[in-house]
């Protein structure tokens, strides 16, 4: 990166906000808070080694795609923004980079600390990224999207949420159909780490990268991002 | 830096906000009247790049802004206030300046932040440059946006009713700042508030819904108002039953009106030299309903 772009990442760090910086680190800290009351409960070792992967597989993706439609939804400035040379999806990339970064940190630093401690319960640890980053991926394209599309932010998390919950309450069925099952974003923590684990991560990684793709063609055309407010 | 439109028009859904808009912009400080709703403001966002336009042609400084290409062109050599213009209230003017230079390619540091320095002074905001916009009035953010706009010294700035909701004070400020800006560059400016316009632009145009009523000097405009201005004092408190009120001063006399109308609003009225608002108000008389 040249040194002069420097300050600009510093910018849209501060622009992404407090959503980007406070949002990874505090999905991990209720998972770990989580965590230490169920083993004061008296739960085992394998159920509290459950839950700490369940909130780098689930929890920590809802919170990042959370905070990236807050991004990319709400911005004062945003009629200034397309008026300068500067591509707008460009700068928006520059503030989801910031949160991606974030995200991914949390969940590196978290995986270590869960592993040195003895209470990881997911794959290798050189494969631990195929645990957070897949669902991470499709979650946030997802929310995204639908935030563009609907030009909402409490319809795109509205509908996340609910379909994030629909997986995680009806985790047989989506498991058992065959259709349903490359698309099922817990399968590390509520299936285990076996056959079709991986094609099931890689279907998340492409259809992830799908949505990210029409997001991306999306803001080819910038001024949608216009609330009828601001239109 | 000139502009041109030819047919440009521009549809929200069903809503057509521009009908076909003709006009030709030479340089200078130019006056662009008209009341909410008129269409203004998705004409200067068409010009600024930030909505492309629906149809017709447009071109800025011989730029196609049908085109994406066209489009940055312009932006490269642009200052845009917008009408609202959030801001970031976490940073301060000086941080918010710098944010934006850079997005405007204004690349060299120790330029940019001389260019930002001199700009706070010249809208006189050097002394609040390290306080935190949050707490800005209306005035002092208009003075922050006009200074962003100037970043880069572009040669078109196009300004979006940028004295709406300020105190007298700050309008009379805001307009003398705007009037010193126009030397060497085209400054567009969008207003439903004609003293702005009296006060700065030599050459104007009027839309009303969505259409080009009028273009010319402000003179001429002024004089769409003669023969059709009056004065007339009622004792009665009643409006005359006939015409456009321009306004209404009660004295010990009788309440004073000012009217805009073909024919004389009454026996006792009397012909009155028109300014710009009654030559504004008689053009939208004649202009045909939308």
């Known amino acids: 990166m040249p040194t002069h772009r420097l300050p600009l990442w510093r910018y849209e760090s501060r622009r992404a906000g407090w959503a980007a910086r406070a949002a990874p680190p505090a999905a991990l800290l209720v998972t770990l808070v989580m965590a230490l009351l169920t083993a004061s409960g008296g739960a085992g070792h394998d159920q509290v080694g459950q839950l700490l992967l369940t909130g780098l597989e689930a929890i920590l993706p809802l919170a990042v795609g959370m905070a990236a439609v807050t991004i990319v939804a709400r911005d004062g400035c945003r009629e200034l923004q397309l008026s300068l040379p500067a591509r707008y999806a460009g700068t928006l990339g520059r503030r989801l980079g910031v949160l991606a970064l974030v995200g991914a940190a949390c969940a590196v630093a978290f995986t270590a600390g869960v592993w040195l401690s003895g209470w990881w319960a997911g794959p290798n640890i050189l494969a631990s990224p195929l645990v957070w980053a897949p669902p991470m991926l499709w979650l946030t394209g997802l929310t995204v999207l639908l935030g563009m599309l609907g030009r909402s932010v409490v319809l795109a998390t509205s509908v996340v949420s609910a379909l994030w919950l629909g997986e995680q309450l009806f985790a047989g069925s989506f498991v058992a159909l065959d259709w349903t099952r490359p698309f099922f974003l817990f399968t590390t923590s509520r299936v285990g780490v076996g056959e079709g684990w991986l094609t099931n991560r890689l279907a998340l990684v492409g259809s992830g990268l799908l949505f990210v793709a029409v997001v991306v063609l999306l803001l080819r055309r910038p001024h949608l991002l216009l609330t009828e407010e601001e239109e | ?290």
């Not at chain 2, 269409?39 to 042609?57: D, N, Q």
């Not at chain 2, 010249?122 to 949050?134: H, I, N, P, T, Y």
């Not at chain 2, 306004?247 to 000012?258: C, E, K, L, P, V």
């Open chain 2, 1 to 290: 830096m000139d502009i041109q439109t030819t047919g440009l028009s521009r549809r929200f859904g069903k809503v057509t906000a521009l009908h076909s808009v003709d006009l030709s912009v030479p340089g200078g400080m130019y006056g662009l009247l008209g009341a909410n709703g008129a269409g203004k403001t998705t004409l200067m966002r068409i010009l600024a790049g930030v909505l492309p336009p629906g149809g017709g042609e447009v071109r800025v400084g011989g730029h196609d802004l049908t085109t994406g290409a066209g489009r940055t062109a312009v932006q490269r050599r642009l200052g845009y206030l917008p009408q609202d213009l959030g801001l970031y209230p976490d940073l301060t003017p000086r941080e918010f300046l710098d944010y934006v230079g850079l997005l405007k390619g204004l690349d060299d540091t120790r330029a940019r932040r001389q260019q930002v320095d001199e700009l706070l002074e010249l809208v006189a905001l050097s002394e609040v440059a390290g306080r935190r916009m949050k707490g800005f009035s209306g005035g002092m953010r208009r003075r922050v946006g006009i200074a962003q706009a100037l970043l880069g010294d572009p040669a078109l700035i196009v300004v979006d009713e940028p004295t709406a909701g300020l105190d007298p004070e700050e309008r009379v400020r805001f307009r003398s700042l705007l009037a010193g800006l126009a030397g060497h560059r085209t400054v567009l400016l969008s207003t439903h508030i004609v003293e702005d316009v009296a006060q700065t632009c030599q050459h104007a145009a009027v839309m009303a819904g969505g259409r080009v009523v009028y273009t010319g000097t402000v003179p001429d405009l002024v004089r769409m108002g003669e023969g059709a201005t009056w004065e007339v004092v009622t004792t009665t408190g009643a409006p005359p039953p006939v015409g456009v009120v321009v306004s209404a001063i009660s004295r010990t006399d009788g309440t004073h009106y000012r009217v805009i109308s073909s024919t004389a609003p009454g026996a006792h009225a009397v012909p009155a030299a028109p300014s710009l608002e009654d030559g504004y108000v008689a053009l939208m008389q004649r202009a045909p309903a939308q």
